[in-house]
């Protein structure tokens, strides 16, 4: 079993950049697939980010694309996510999540996640 703790999450103003952490617990992390999900207030969990388990591959929803950056380090047990250039509608509570098995075809779906961690928040004035 995983368990994710997410940080780094706070007030910044538009333009600014926010660095999210992901420490993770559990073997299974370092063969998992992580990402990074977002929720807004009224609004559902969408996909953020993804990483694969060797971080060879990577997939970002086209609202972040440019501006946004995930990575991972293994031997730390950590995942990352990089905001820079930050909007108003970035506003929302961050989520690391995992999925053992992997997959890569499934990296965009929420509910192919096994473990999340508790959200951060993240809060862009304008």
């Known amino acids: 079993q995983v368990q994710l703790v997410e940080s780094g999450g706070g007030l910044v103003q538009a333009g600014g950049s926010l660095r999210l952490s992901c420490a993770a617990s559990?073997?299974?992390?370092?063969?998992?697939?992580m990402g990074w999900f977002r929720q807004a207030p009224g609004k559902e969990r969408e996909f953020v980010a993804g990483?694969?388990?060797?971080?060879?591959?990577?997939d970002y929803a086209d609202s972040v694309k440019g501006r946004f950056t995930i990575s991972r380090d293994n031997a730390k047990n950590m995942v990352y996510l990089q905001m820079n250039s930050l909007k108003p509608e970035d506003t929302a509570v961050y989520y690391c999540?995992?999925?053992?098995?992997?997959?890569?075809?499934?990296?965009?779906?929420?509910?192919?996640?096994?473990?999340w961690g508790q959200g951060t928040q993240v809060t862009v004035s304008s």
């Open positions: 559990g073997r299974a992390f370092s063969s998992s697939r």
């Open positions: 999540a995992g999925d053992v098995s992997g997959r890569w075809s499934l990296v965009r779906l929420i509910s192919e996640y096994d473990y």
């Open positions: 990483i694969s388990w060797s971080g060879g591959n990577t």
